[in-house]
């Protein structure tokens, strides 16, 4: 029975659990699976005779779900990585477009030879802020890595990213704030 209503399988692009973007679109596929599979049982509960689970209970499942899973305005989402989530990149680089109304964030890492760096997305959009915090919420970043900015990110340095990351490191110190949301 495919509770989500979704067709489940692999999908093409998937790497390894090393590769970053493979790892988030498996997260996202874990995430809409969720949503979907409450959804599909939720519709359905009539149609099975012999249910144990009562609309209550399910009231509450669903609450619980959709807090951790769903999409909303100003949420700070959690990846659903499994494993360490500082082992991706080494450094974290930070740029404007031209026009300095989006922001990149590209993680850096070394290819296997060590020979070259390798940079992959992470996220872009208007907010800076708002991307630095689900960076640092989602333990995307540790003390260790190097910040990079560029001519566009100016007058950001990478100074004041790092603070801004110990800052919020500090505050969230235990995630259980981060946690207690789920």
């Known amino acids: ?8 399988g692999s ?3 998937f790497k390894d659990l090393s590769d970053f973007g ?5 997260g996202r596929r874990v995430n809409q699976f969720m949503v979907n599979t409450y959804m599909k049982v939720r519709g359905e509960q009539d149609k099975f005779p012999g249910v144990s689970i009562t609309p ?5 499942l669903g609450r619980i779900i959709f807090s951790a899973f769903a999409k909303r305005t100003n949420k700070i989402l959690r990846l659903s990585l499994p494993g360490p989530r500082t082992h991706f990149f080494n450094s974290i680089n930070i740029s404007r477009t031209e026009d300095g109304k989006i922001w990149n964030i590209h993680g850096e890492y070394p290819d296997e030879s060590g020979a070259r760096n390798i940079l992959t997305r992470i996220e872009s959009g208007p907010d800076l802020n708002f991307m630095l915090v689900w960076l640092a919420l989602n333990g995307l970043y540790n003390q260790d890595m190097q910040i990079k900015t560029d001519i566009s990110s100016g007058p950001l340095r990478e100074r004041e990213i790092k603070k801004l990351f110990s ?4 505050l969230f110190s235990s995630q259980e704030d981060f946690q207690r949301a789920h």
Do not use: K, P, Q
């Open 1 to 8: 029975m495919n509770l989500s209503g979704e067709e489940t």
């Open 11 to 13: 999908f093409e692009n």
């Open 22 to 26: 493979s790892v988030v679109e498996l």
């Open 56 to 60: 209550e209970d399910l009231t509450r």
């Open 167 to 170: 800052e919020l490191i500090a």
